[in-house]
Structure formats: structure tokens, C-alpha cells
């Protein structure tokens, strides 16, 4: 055979080995499996379900995005999702904001939230497990505090319940908004100096400080977008179930970081992309989807999370051995 | 190159085959289905429920599908919901976490040409067609008092502790209990009501208190399932074991040794079984068009005619649970 030909089958090994392409195949398996699994699940009703349910996740997925990148963590982000929920409950219903006006405080506050941690990050130097960890349980006990843990916030006027129960030009309302912010981070991400100053600062933080690059700065950023798109979801969350309470977005930050790592993003920081987030982000939403079209009870869904994370890993893991022996093409792996 | 043909050939196959089991799937064999969902699947009261629901799912012989929250988490229970409406069930029958937030999931289901059952706590009226109602106010409250009077031989002092004076539906069954005890048991008296916060300690603290304070109390009756053991405890304590009756509103499971011991003479509930049977008895026959709107009763298999009131079909008197019983329940 060619030394052509080798080059040609090295170069496609490349491609198929990435992690994207790995989780697009993952994807296709349980589009089809589930197709033959559920008479409903290859309908355009049932896409506009999973888009419609993982859009709240799937904002925050985006925004730890970046956040991991430079090598942080943020554990606060679906405390900080009921905390912006129960505010906006509030300021609608005790002070009399109109929904817009409450929405856009709501989200206000989210991007304090988040100021809150990037500030502790980078000026006091504290480890974001530990910071995210503290305004994991302080902002969901706000939450707590504001509502005495009882009060439900709910008949909010329809127009308010448009953004989260109907449809806009053939899509769930939120599927726009989370369109619109993925596009903005990828391109923030993959196509700005800033963005690649997030892989750099996860990748080396003191050669990147050595390079004069604003880490600090960076970071900041980073945790605030994290906050603000806490308050956008929890707007759309409100929106959805037509109610907000003080246990909202329980667990969302655990689902949104599952997400982003089986998305190809190192937990480390300095490798991942937007669209490998947004790839995890689906595989996990159509698989939580497809198992009740397949009629299998919602335990089997935390199973199969489980072994779909390891097993991407793992194969990525062993393809990135496989191909360091060699020279190629082949990104690092997470 | 080759390997990718490849790929693409099997994928494509793999669509093809899709579609045709789609297609080829017949629409005309009416296996009714019916989609069960608990507050939270772990919850041992609706595994009970369940049971029930099985037994009367082979008698009526539709497909049950049972799940839920693994948590009582609203929101999962909304998504749920608006996933079994893509799938098409025929009925849905909830126990709803939370009363507006699940109404607008099953308004859509309605719509969409699904019969909508609640059971053990309702949602908004118009989101749904019947709410099986496990107990009235007035089920619960005579039934409680005339346990009590049982117990007593009609006769003495007795207290109750509650959760707290505020809460709403515990009002509503002290209400019966007192106008039940005004009607028929004069030589009995009501001597104290004590709220214990739903805890078992402060129920406990609360009973010690009361046995000094009323030295010729002969009964303590809790309205709130934590207090029944608590009373139970601080009687035993007290070394009053028998001489003072302890009753009321509580789980099996949480009573079942101070039961044993002679501590607590009996416990007040509905049959959780008998509340999943009904459910799926009644969610069948909704499902099939045999049970409308406006009807006034109901034949619900091995628990007989049913009373419907209103949208409310009403799971009929609530059952005592004591030695001779106790055993042969697990929730």
C-alpha cells in the first residue's frame, strides 16, 4: 500500500478520534436506538421537549465553560439560579416590578453573584472549590431565608409564560435565547483574543501571568458571566413551570459541569471548546429524554450518565495514548 | 475514506430501519395506557400506592407506567409530565409536588386529548378531570374522635397535639373533631391542644408537659404524624405505658413498635394500597370513556361503589391500624 494512502487513514483517525466526533457518534446511537425504542421520539413535538428542557442547563453548561477553562470551578451556579428565581418572585409580586423590569434585576443580581466568587477567587487567591462551595449553600440559604423556605411564587400573566411554555417561529421561546448566547460565547471563546486568553490562563496561569496577559481579569469575567447567565435561566426556569421557589435549579450546577466535561473540556483548565459543551449538553438531554419514550424508570437515567462519561473519557483517553506514540493530529484529552 | 462509507452505510441503514418499525407499528390495537407518577419514587407511602395501582392495572388489564422524581423535585415532575404528552399515554394520573406549578404541564396534556387524574393531593381544578380524595376533613375528624371515645369507654379527659395552630387542613380536622365531640361523647373532655412543629422531640417535650399539668388525662390524640410517636415516647418515659391511650393520624412503620408494646393502641390512615387501586380503577375507566364528568358514583372493582363528589372521588373511611392489623402493612 501507498504511503498516500497511510497518510489519508492517518488523517480521518485524527478526525474520527476527537472527542466531538466521538460524542456526535454517541449522539446518532441514541437518536437511532431510541428511535426504534420510542414510536414519538424522532418527532419535531419531541425535539422541541428536549430543547425546551435542557435549556436551562444547557445556558449554564455554556457559561462554566469558560469558567473551567481557566482552570476554575463554580459549584454555586444552580443555587445562584433559585436565589435570582426567588428575587424576581418577589420584586413581581411584593413590589410590583413588571415582569420585565423584575427579569432584568433578577439577572443583575445573578452577575453580582458572580462577582462575588470571581472576586474572592482572584483577589484573596482562595481555591474556587472552596469559594463556589460557600456561596453554594449562602446563596441557596438566601433563597431559603427570603421565602422562609415556603413561599411559591406563581400566576405569573401569560405573556410573562410565553418565554418558557410556548413557541416562537416553530421553537420553544428559551430555545432562541440559548441559541443566541452559545453562538455569542463560541464566538467570545474560539474567535477572540480574550477567549484564547482563557485556554492559555488554564493551561499555564504563571506563564500566562509572565505574558503579561490580565488573569485576574479573565477570571473575573468568567464567574460574572456564570452569575448573569444564573439569572437568565432562572428566569427562563420561572418561566417554565410558571412558579419560582427557593429550590430552584437544585442540582443544575452538578448536571451543567457533567455536561461540559463530557463535552471534551479538561477539568483543569486550557483544552475544550463551546461546541463540545454543547454536544455533552445533548447527549445527556436526549438520553434523559429517549428513557422515558423507551418506557425505562428515571433511575436507569443516572446509570447510564455515569457510564456515558467514563466511557467517552476513557475512549478519548486511550485514542490520545494511542496517537502521542505517533505524531498526529490528535488533541490532548481531558 | 472506505471506513467513513462505511459508517454512513450502516447509519443510513440503521434511519431506514427506524422508520420502518415506525411505520409498521399498528395504531389500531387499544392497549390503554396509563402513566402513575408518585411526589418522589423512594417515598414508602407511594410504593404502597403502587402496589395497589399493579393489582388493579391486571384487573383492568391496561399498561401501567410508573415514575417520578427521585426527589420531590417539581420541576422533574413538570418534565415528566410533558414527556409522557409527547409519548401519547392515555391517562395521566400525578400526585402533584406542587399545586400551580403542575397545572399548566397537565392543561396541556388535556389539550392535547389526555385524561388527567390527581390523587393524594390535587392540582387547580380546571387542569384536571377527577382528584381521588383519600379523606375528607370529616372522614378524618370523626373517625379520630370516635376512636378516641373507643378507646376511653367514652369517658375522661383527653388532649390533642397538632403541628401548628395555623395550619390549615389540621383546623379543618380539629373542627370535626370537636363538633363530633359536642354531638356525641358528653362525658368526655377536651382539656388541652399543644403544637409540636412536626417534630417528634417537641411532641415528646410537649406530652411530658401534659401528663403533669392534667393528672387524670386518659388520652393524647395526634393530629400530625410525628407527634404519635412523640406522645408515645413520653408516656413510656413516664412509666404510664397502657394506662394513658395513645392514638392518632400516623405511618405504620413510624408506630409499629410502640404498637407492639402496648404503647400506642392504634393509628388512623387511609389504605395507601387501596388509594393506588382506586386511582388506577378510575384512570382505566377514564381512559375508556366508562367513567364521565358528571357521574355520581363509581364501581371500583374490589372496594365496591365509590362516592364521587363533585370532581372528587372519595376513597370512603379512613382505616385503624392497631395490634391485631398492624402486621400485615409495610409503609
Known amino acids: ?334 | 475514506m472506505k471506513s467513513a462509507l462505511r459508517l454512513l452505510l450502516v447509519l443510513g441503514l440503521g434511519f431506514l430501519l427506524a422508520a420502518c418499525s415506525r411505520s409498521s407499528s399498528n395504531p389500531d390495537q387499544k392497549k390503554i395506557t396509563v402513566a402513575l407518577m408518585p411526589k418522589s419514587k423512594g417515598n414508602a407511602y407511594f410504593i404502597s400506592c403502587k402496589k395497589g395501582a399493579e393489582d388493579a392495572a391486571q384487573e383492568t388489564g391496561v399498561e401501567l407506567l410508573f415514575d417520578g422524581p427521585t426527589d420531590p423535585d417539581p420541576a422533574r415532575q413538570n418534565e415528566i409530565i410533558e414527556n409522557w404528552t409527547t409519548v401519547g399515554v392515555d391517562v395521566i394520573a400525578v400526585a402533584c409536588e406542587n399545586r400551580e406549578g403542575i397545572a399548566t404541564a397537565l392543561r396541556k396534556a388535556r389539550q392535547k386529548g389526555i385524561k388527567v387524574l390527581t390523587y393524594d393531593s390535587d392540582t387547580t381544578a380546571e387542569a384536571r378531570d377527577f382528584f381521588v380524595n383519600q379523606a375528607t376533613p370529616e372522614g378524618i375528624g370523626h373517625a379520630l374522635m370516635d376512636e378516641a371515645a373507643r378507646l376511653t369507654g367514652e369517658e375522661g379527659e383527653f388532649a390533642i397535639i397538632t403541628a401548628s395552630l395555623t395550619a390549615a387542613n389540621m383546623n379543618a380536622w380539629r373542627k370535626h373533631i370537636e363538633q363530633r365531640l359536642a354531638e356525641k361523647y358528653p362525658r368526655m373532655k377536651l382539656v388541652a391542644t399543644k403544637p409540636c412543629d412536626d417534630l417528634k422531640d417537641k411532641a415528646q417535650t410537649e406530652s411530658t408537659a401534659l401528663l403533669s399539668a392534667h393528672p387524670n388525662l386518659k388520652l393524647l390524640m395526634s393530629i400530625c404524624s410525628p407527634g404519635v410517636p412523640g406522645a408515645a415516647e413520653a408516656v413510656k418515659q413516664a412509666g404510664k405505658g397502657g394506662q394513658i391511650k395513645v392514638m392518632g393520624l400516623g405511618l405504620p412503620n413510624e408506630n409499629r413498635a410502640y404498637i407492639k408494646q402496648g404503647v400506642t393502641q392504634s393509628i388512623i390512615l387511609w389504605k395507601t394500597l387501596d388509594l393506588g387501586y382506586l386511582t388506577l380503577h378510575a384512570a382505566a375507566a377514564l381512559g375508556r370513556g366508562s367513567l364521565q364528568p358528571n357521574a355520581k358514583s363509581y364501581s371500583a372493582g374490589r372496594l365496591g361503589e365509590i362516592t364521587i363528589e363533585g370532581d372528587n372521588l372519595l376513597l370512603g373511611k379512613p382505616f385503624v391500624f392497631n395490634s391485631e392489623n398492624i402486621d400485615l402493612f409495610d409503609f
Open chain 1, 1 to 334: 500500500m501507498s504511503t498516500a494512502f497511510h497518510h489519508r487513514l492517518a488523517r480521518i483517525r485524527a478526525l474520527v478520534f476527537r472527542h466531538e466526533s466521538l460524542l456526535l457518534l454517541i449522539l446518532l446511537a441514541e437518536w437511532i436506538t431510541f428511535s426504534f425504542l420510542g414510536r414519538r421520539f424522532a418527532t419535531w413535538e419531541n425535539a422541541a421537549d428536549i430543547l425546551r428542557h435542557s435549556a436551562e442547563i444547557g445556558l449554564l453548561a455554556v457559561a462554566l465553560t469558560p469558567v473551567i477553562l481557566t482552570g476554575g470551578i463554580d459549584l454555586s451556579a444552580g443555587s445562584l439560579l433559585g436565589l435570582c428565581a426567588v428575587i424576581f418572585g418577589k420584586l413581581w409580586r411584593d413590589a410590583g416590578f413588571p415582569p420585565t423590569l423584575a427579569a432584568v434585576t433578577a439577572v443583575a443580581a445573578g452577575a453580582v453573584g458572580g462577582l462575588l466568587n470571581g472576586s474572592l477567587v482572584t483577589r484573596l487567591k482562595l481555591p474556587p472549590l472552596i469559594v463556589t462551595l460557600g456561596t453554594f449553600s449562602l446563596f441557596r440559604g438566601i433563597a431559603e431565608a427570603l421565602t422562609r423556605g415556603t413561599d411559591t411564587f406563581t400566576n405569573f400573566p401569560n405573556t410573562f409564560l410565553f418565554l418558557g411554555q410556548e413557541r416562537l417561529l416553530g421553537l420553544p421561546t428559551q430555545a432562541w435565547i440559548f441559541f443566541l448566547l452559545a453562538g455569542t460565547a463560541w464566538l467570545l471563546i474560539h474567535r477572540t483574543t480574550a477567549g484564547r486568553n482563557c485556554c492559555s490562563a488554564g493551561f499555564n496561569p504563571e506563564g500566562a501571568v509572565y505574558a503579561g496577559l490580565p488573569l485576574s481579569k479573565i477570571q473575573t469575567l468568567a464567574y460574572v458571566g456564570v452569575g448573569t447567565v444564573a439569572g437568565i435561566a432562572a428566569v427562563i426556569y420561572t418561566a417554565r413551570l410558571g412558579q419560582a421557589r427557593a429550590d430552584a435549579g437544585s442540582g443544575y450546577e452538578l448536571l451543567a459541569i457533567t455536561a461540559v466535561v463530557l463535552g471534551g473540556t479538561s477539568i483543569f483548565g486550557g483544552t475544550g471548546t463551546i461546541h463540545g459543551t454543547l454536544l455533552g449538553v445533548a447527549a445527556l438531554a436526549v438520553l434523559n429524554n429517549g428513557l422515558v419514550h423507551a418506557r425505562q424508570p428515571r433511575e436507569t437515567a443516572g446509570i447510564l450518565t455515569g457510564v456515558l462519561l467514563l466511557t467517552a473519557l476513557t475512549l478519548t483517553t486511550l485514542a490520545y495514548f494511542r496517537s502521542s506514540r505517533k505524531p498526529s493530529r490528535t488533541q490532548p484529552s481531558p
